[in-house]
Structures are given as C-alpha cells and as structure tokens.
C-alpha cells in the first residue's frame, strides 16, 4: 500500500468513527452543524476540489461534479428542513471514498503483475577494462562489444556466450519457472538473471533493440491502444453524465411547478430536490468508468504474467473473437532445428557412415551440415580430408583418407551416375557415395515441438473452426507434419507473398465478426503477421520484424500459450459484459425508483458505490489466468 492510498485509508476510518460518534453525542443547533461539515470535509475536500477544478477549466460533466452537487444539496436540505439528518450527505461521500480505495487497490494488484515485469529493466552492464570490470550505462554499450554477467546480475543485452556455464531464471520473461543452462556458443536474451556460474558474453544488439527494451516497450504502451468497448464506454459517459444531470434539474423544478400551475396545490420543493439529489447519487458512472478499463488492465496483466504479451485493450478483445488459427511451420509448430533421425545404410555402421558424411560436409556452414556435426558428436580432424567441392543445390564432394565421398542429394547421385535407393521417410535425405558406390542415406527432419499437437487439439476444444498451415516447405513434409498435428487444411512451398495472398482468401471466406490468428515467427512472416486480424509472434527466439508486426508476443515460443492467450481473452472480454449488463440494469432501475420516490439516498449508494466495488471486485478475476 502506498502513501496515499494510507492516507486515504485513515481519512476514511476518522471520518467513519466521528459519524458513528455523533450518533451518541446529543448536540443541536449550529455546533452540530459545523462538526458534520468537519467530517464532510475530512472524507471529500478532494472531491470538492476536484469539481472546482472541472467548473473552472469548463470540464463540469464528471462524477466529481455529481458527487458535490448531490452531498452539498442534502446538506442544504438538512438546513432548509431543520431535519439535522447530515448522515445522508457524509454517507454519500464516504461510501464513494470507499470506492474510490476498493478502485486504487485493484489497479495497484494488477500494476503488480506489470511492475514485476519491469525489474527485468538492467542497470547497469558489465565491461572488462585494464583487467577490471567497469559499470556502464547499457545504453553505452555497441554491437560485438564483450560484457560480463556475474552470478545474481540480470542479462542487459542480447547476445552470445564467449565463455562460461551457467543457469538462467526466464520466469520474468516466460512465465515458466524452470531455469534455462547456457553453454558457450548459446544465444542469449537479455532479461534473464544469470543464477550460477560468469558469464562472458558478445553482443548482437544494441540496448535499445535488445528483448528487454522491447518487451518493456509493448508493456508500457498496451494501454494506450484502447478496445472498440472501452471507446465505448467513454463516449457513452460523456453523453449520459450531462444527461442525467439535466434529467435531475428538470425532476427538481418541473413536477413542483406542475403541481402548483395545473393542480393548484402547494410546490412540494423540498420532496422534488430530494428526488433529484437521489437521481444524481444513482446516477454516476462510476461502476463502468472505471470496471471496464480495469477489466482490460487485468486482463493484460494476468496474461503478461503467464508469459504472453497483449499489445492493447483492442487486441485483447478481437483475440477473444478468434475462429480461425494460421501456422507458419518452421519455428512455430516445430523446432526450426533439423536432426538426425534415422540412418539406412548397406554395409556400413551407422557412426561409419554417419561420420563420412559428416567429414564431407564439415566445411559447409549449411544447417544440414551442423546437424550431421551434432549427430557424430565427437571431434572431426579435419585433416583427413581435401579436395573439397560444394555442388551448388546438390551437395558437396570431397576426399577422406584418400576415397571420394559424395553427401547430398538424389540429385547429386544421378549427377556422379550413381544408383541410390529412395526413402520411405519424411525429411531432408542425404545420400551417401564412397568411390561412386552408393552406401546408405541419411535423414534430417525438423523436430515437432513438444506441444504443437496439444495445441491444436485444445483450440478444438475452446471453438476455434479451422486450423491451417501456411509453409514454404516441400508439399511432404508439410503434409506430414499436418497429419501428425491434426492440421485441418495445409498450403505448401509458399513465397512469403503468397502466405499474404493465402490469407487474405481465407479472410474473405469468413464472416465480420469472426476473427483471424496467424502465428509466425520469421522476418518472413511480417508482411502476413500485419495483415491477420490477429498477429501472434514467437517472441524468445522469434525475428525482430515478427515481434514489432505482432499484436501478441509468446515470451516462451510454447505454441501452447496460444490457446491461453485466446481463453485469457475470453475471460477477460466475459467479465467486462458482465459488468456492463450488471451496472447498467441496476442503475436503469434505481433511476426510475429514485425518480418516482420510492429509492431513497441509501439506495442510491448502493446504486453508485455498491456497484462500482462489485464490479472492481469482479474485474479483478481477471488477473485470475493461470488455471486457464
């Protein structure tokens, strides 16, 4: 709790323990007065000074405004009536102070959520100088310099791992709190906190390009792009406020006067004003102006603390309307990493010939090569090997320990006249020649990542109707990968401009109201990210141009966080109707009552303040995602 919400907790408890004291102290007349006029002060001079404040710069229209009016005219009631019952007016601006805590209290709960995201904000970043490690703003800090990261410090700065071993916290990055080990030659991510061993690390990014500042960036201006309800709300207060408040001096003046002018009777003034005081206590709009905003910050905050990053209010509620779901393939359903997953040779043992292969191959900085590397898994001398040859789209050929060795594709077989055997597998195959005689074949497949099927099978289950892939891959392996996963509809060997084109068919396919997700995570990816009504982006290990054209970033690159993020929105987007059916019924109906006479001002705080904390205390279940 901070010092002003302390503040306003003590007003609230003087002034609730002097209204309850002046219940017992038997004092009339002026004394009485100016003691209950002490503790209106106490409770409200900040709304009065606010009000004041509204008249004076012609912003009048405002809860503010109607607060003073209503509180002021029961206090003139009192004194016109000689009643001395103030218990009306101090009850009123209480009970709304009340509020306004219950108000502060929720947003600082779910400020939380983001305030806990902010301390993956470095301070500092670490530079080795003269054999010392010297302080520096990390904003000082260029591309290819080398800083180091103590054990307890926070990462500053992208980058790779020159030297060291150690253990990542990403919890306030990801939302996971399983740590991460980090080796040489690993990239990584500013924001973590390194937990273990020193780490010396190359940067690839400027601070201000980095993950952090990124991810900081989208946090901070998440509120400022506001949903289609939230605008809502706000020009529907800005028209009702100044409609009430005329409807409550037209119920004060015109039925007295109808009385006295048509019915010759007596100008109930007094009963009329009350009315009017009473319209104006039910009538502020407090419950929706400050639930449904609420409602979103929650929302924004829940999910940031699972891992997933909702640029705004609106992108939150069209997530919520999702109905169809758009896959890249590579780095998004599956790992972007190619393995080895299975070898087929003649004579050989699969190290014998997995090793030639990966001698031939040694010198390529292709993917494939480093796959074949990783598969032998022992230390390559070089040495063995001459005459290199890269064949351009083929492969490459080259002499180990004096025999010719041919790794690449069927291409390449039929191009050295070599007879190979086809694979029933799907993937990368890389067939294997010594001294033109054909010895087996390797495959290479890009890994599923480990939640891509559950994915899919959980977007079924919340309603979403298709799920596609969009993927520059060959047709079998798309297919293959579709199959696995469950994939309804597959598009393969795509330019990124057709991915744009494939897209934009399936959103002329759909109705208005149903809204379209494309996942992604390549700079490929971008241009359709943009054009989706709906863009998600794999953000830890993502492309920079993916994550700037998202409206969704996944801290994690889990597909799963997917169907989350699309729950959280709906929950989100529930409590929010929930809140303005229910604040507009009950205060629809105390209008009418307070009108007719038959709710009194107690009624109307309950009208106003009673349903503006039901529906703070409702928004806060927003915050409430992790079980989702």
Same mark, same amino acid.
């Given at each position: 709790?901070?010092?002003?919400?302390?503040?306003?907790?003590?007003?609230i408890?003087?002034?609730?323990?002097?209204?309850?004291?002046?219940?017992?102290?038997?004092?009339?007349?002026?004394?009485?007065?100016i003691?209950? *006029?002490?503790?209106?002060?106490i409770?409200?001079?900040?709304?009065?000074?606010?009000?004041?404040?509204?008249?004076?710069?012609?912003r009048?229209f405002?809860e503010?405004?109607?607060?003073?009016?209503a509180?002021?005219?029961?206090?003139?009631?009192?004194?016109?009536?000689?009643?001395?019952?103030?218990?009306?007016?101090?009850?009123?601006?209480?009970?709304?102070?009340?509020?306004?805590?219950?108000?502060?209290y929720?947003?600082?709960?779910?400020?939380?959520?983001?305030?806990?995201?902010?301390?993956?904000?470095?301070?500092?970043?670490?530079?080795?100088?003269?054999?010392?490690?010297?302080?520096?703003?990390?904003?000082?800090?260029?591309?290819?310099?080398?800083?180091?990261?103590q054990?307890?410090?926070?990462?500053?700065?992208? +980058?790779?791992?020159?030297?060291?071993?150690?253990?990542?916290?990403?919890s306030? *990055?990801?939302?996971?709190?399983?740590?991460?080990?980090?080796?040489?030659?690993?990239?990584i991510?500013?924001?973590?906190?390194?937990?273990?061993?020193? *780490?010396?690390?190359?940067?690839?990014?400027?601070? +201000?390009?980095?993950?952090?500042?990124?991810?900081?960036?989208?946090?901070?201006?998440?509120?400022?792009?506001?949903?289609?309800?939230?605008?809502?709300?706000?020009?529907?207060?800005?028209?009702?406020?100044?409609?009430?408040?005329?409807g409550?001096?037209?119920?004060?003046?015109?039925?007295?006067?109808?009385?006295?002018?048509?019915?010759?009777?007596?100008?109930?003034?007094?009963?009329?004003?009350?009315?009017?005081?009473?319209?104006?206590?039910?009538?502020?709009?407090?419950?929706?102006?400050?639930?449904?905003?609420?409602?979103?910050?929650?929302?924004?905050?829940?999910?940031?603390?699972? +891992?997933?990053l909702?640029?705004?209010?609106?992108?939150?509620?069209?997530?919520?309307?999702?109905?169809?779901?758009?896959?890249?393939?590579?780095g998004?359903?599956?790992?972007?990493?190619?393995?080895?997953?299975?070898?087929?040779?003649?004579?050989?043992?699969?190290?014998?010939?997995?090793?030639?292969?990966?001698?031939?191959?040694?010198?390529?900085?292709?993917?494939?090569?480093?796959?074949?590397?990783?598969?032998?898994?022992?230390?390559?001398?070089?040495?063995?090997?001459?005459?290199?040859?890269?064949?351009?789209?083929?492969?490459?050929?080259?002499?180990?320990?004096?025999?010719?060795?041919?790794?690449?594709?069927?291409?390449?077989?039929?191009?050295?006249?070599?007879?190979?055997?086809?694979?029933?597998?799907?993937?990368?195959?890389?067939?294997v020649?010594?001294?033109?005689?054909?010895?087996?074949?390797i495959?290479?497949s890009?890994?599923?990542?480990?939640?891509?099927?559950?994915?899919?099978?959980?977007?079924?289950?919340?309603?979403?109707?298709k799920?596609?892939?969009?993927?520059?891959?060959?047709?079998?392996?798309?297919?293959?990968?579709?199959?696995?996963?469950?994939?309804?509809?597959?598009?393969?060997?795509?330019?990124?401009?057709?991915k744009?084109?494939?897209?934009?068919?399936?959103?002329?396919?759909?109705?208005?109201r149903?809204?379209?997700?494309?996942?992604?995570?390549?700079?490929?990816d971008?241009?359709?990210?943009?054009?989706?009504?709906?863009?998600?982006?794999?953000?830890?290990?993502?492309?920079?141009?993916?994550?700037?054209?998202?409206?969704?970033?996944?801290m994690?690159?889990?597909?799963?966080?997917?169907?989350k993020?699309?729950?959280?929105?709906?929950?989100?987007?529930?409590?929010?109707?929930?809140?303005?059916?229910?604040?507009?019924?009950?205060?629809?109906?105390?209008?009418?009552?307070?009108?007719?006479?038959?709710?009194?001002?107690?009624?109307?705080?309950?009208?106003?303040?009673?349903v503006?904390?039901?529906?703070i205390?409702?928004?806060?279940?927003?915050?409430?995602?992790?079980?989702?």
């Amino acid at each position: 709790m901070n010092k002003k919400q302390k503040k306003m907790l003590i007003r609230i408890i003087i002034a609730f323990a002097m209204t309850i004291a002046l219940q017992f102290i038997s004092v009339t007349g002026g004394l009485q007065l100016i003691l209950y *006029l002490t503790v209106y002060l106490i409770i409200g001079y900040d709304i009065l000074k606010k009000a004041g404040i509204g008249i004076l710069n012609r912003r009048v229209f405002d809860e503010n405004f109607l607060m003073t009016i209503a509180t002021v005219g029961a206090f003139a009631l009192a004194i016109y009536s000689k009643s001395g019952d103030y218990n009306e007016a101090i009850a009123v601006m209480l009970f709304y102070q009340i509020g306004e805590f219950f108000q502060s209290y929720a947003v600082r709960k779910s400020r939380k959520n983001i305030s806990e995201l902010m301390d993956i904000r470095p301070d500092y970043a670490n530079i080795e100088r003269d054999g010392k490690l010297e302080k520096v703003d990390p904003d000082e800090v260029s591309v290819d310099s080398v800083i180091v990261v103590q054990p307890g410090e926070k990462v500053p700065i992208d +980058g790779v791992v020159l030297d060291g071993t150690s253990t990542l916290n990403t919890s306030a *990055l990801t939302g996971e709190s399983l740590p991460r080990d980090v080796n040489q030659g690993d990239e990584i991510i500013s924001g973590c906190i390194n937990m273990t061993g020193v *780490l010396k690390i190359r940067t690839t990014k400027e601070f +201000g390009e980095s993950t952090v500042s990124k991810i900081l960036e989208l946090v901070e201006n998440s509120s400022s792009r506001k949903a289609r309800t939230e605008n809502f709300i706000s020009k529907f207060a800005r028209v009702y406020t100044p409609a009430v408040c005329y409807g409550a001096l037209a119920l004060a003046i015109l039925p007295p006067l109808a009385q006295f002018i048509f019915l010759e009777q007596t100008a109930q003034w007094s009963v009329w004003i009350y009315r009017a005081l009473t319209f104006l206590v039910i009538s502020c709009p407090c419950a929706l102006v400050i639930s449904i905003p609420l409602s979103f910050f929650a929302g924004i905050g829940g999910a940031s603390k699972e +891992g997933v990053l909702i640029k705004g209010s609106n992108y939150m509620e069209a997530l919520s309307q999702a109905k169809y779901v758009v896959f890249d393939k590579t780095g998004t359903l599956t790992q972007g990493v190619f393995e080895v997953t299975a070898i087929h040779h003649n004579e050989m043992e699969d190290t014998e010939l997995l090793e030639y292969a990966a001698l031939a191959e040694c010198f390529s900085s292709h993917p494939i090569s480093k796959s074949l590397q990783n598969a032998y898994g022992k230390e390559l001398d070089i040495s063995r090997v001459t005459n290199i040859q890269e064949v351009s789209g083929q492969g490459m050929i080259a002499r180990v320990d004096g025999k010719e060795v041919a790794a690449g594709n069927s291409k390449l077989m039929k191009e050295l006249n070599v007879t190979y055997q086809d694979c029933h597998k799907v993937g990368t195959i890389i067939h294997v020649a010594i001294d033109r005689k054909y010895e087996g074949h390797i495959v290479i497949s890009d890994i599923v990542k480990p939640h891509s099927k559950e994915v899919i099978s959980e977007l079924k289950k919340i309603g979403i109707k298709k799920s596609v892939i969009l993927t520059g891959d060959s047709r079998c392996v798309a297919d293959q990968v579709a199959k696995t996963l469950g994939i309804d509809e597959v598009y393969s060997e795509l330019l990124p401009a057709d991915k744009v084109l494939k897209v934009e068919e399936l959103l002329s396919k759909k109705s208005e109201r149903e809204k379209l997700v494309f996942v992604g995570d390549g700079i490929n990816d971008a241009p359709v990210l943009t054009r989706a009504d709906i863009g998600i982006a794999m953000g830890a290990m993502g492309a920079d141009a993916a994550i700037e054209a998202a409206d969704v970033v996944l801290m994690d690159d889990d597909p799963l966080k997917i169907s989350k993020a699309i729950k959280i929105s709906r929950k989100c987007l529930g409590i929010v109707y929930q809140n303005i059916v229910f604040a507009l019924v009950i205060k629809f109906a105390c209008l009418v009552l307070g009108a007719v006479g038959i709710a009194n001002m107690w009624a109307a705080i309950f009208a106003d303040v009673g349903v503006m904390v039901l529906a703070i205390l409702n928004a806060m279940r927003a915050l409430r995602v992790h079980s989702l």
